[in-house]
């Protein structure tokens, strides 16, 4: 089992920065893939962000591309998100997940998740 616990969520204008960091424990990650989901109100979870642990093989979603940027530290086994030029819309709880596998981008893909963090960003 891999426990997941996300940090960094927080409240920022519009345009500002955020850093979401998400430690994982329980298993080696050696052939997983980490990825990033986030859920407004009112909406069902959708796919932001996944990395290949290993092969560090990176894909996100067309309407976070060119402004989020996911990455992982080996050592510290913790997979980041850096989130820039935020707008109203990426306001959700972001959560954190991971599966034994190739990418994927669809929430019932993955096995383990994280308890969620708020990003609220303001107009």
């Known amino acids: 089992q891999v426990q997941l616990t996300e940090s960094g969520g927080g409240l920022v204008q519009a345009g500002g920065s955020l850093r979401l960091s998400c430690a994982a424990s329980?298993?080696?990650?050696?052939?997983?893939?980490m990825a990033w989901f986030r859920q407004a109100p009112g909406k069902e979870r959708e796919f932001v962000s996944a990395?290949?642990?290993?092969?560090?093989?990176?894909v996100y979603a067309d309407s976070v591309k060119g402004r989020f940027t996911i990455s992982r530290d080996v050592a510290k086994n913790t997979i980041y998100l850096q989130m820039n030029s935020l707008k109203p819309e990426d306001t959700a709880i972001y959560y954190c997940?991971?599966?034994?596998?190739?990418?994927?981008?669809?929430?019932?893909?993955?096995?383990?998740w994280g308890q969620g963090t708020q990003v609220t960003v303001s107009s």
């Open positions: 990395i290949r642990w290993t092969w560090d093989n990176r």
């Open positions: 329980g298993r080696t990650l050696t052939f997983y893939t």
């Open positions: 997940t991971s599966r034994l596998g190739d990418m994927a981008t669809i929430a019932s893909a993955y096995v383990y």
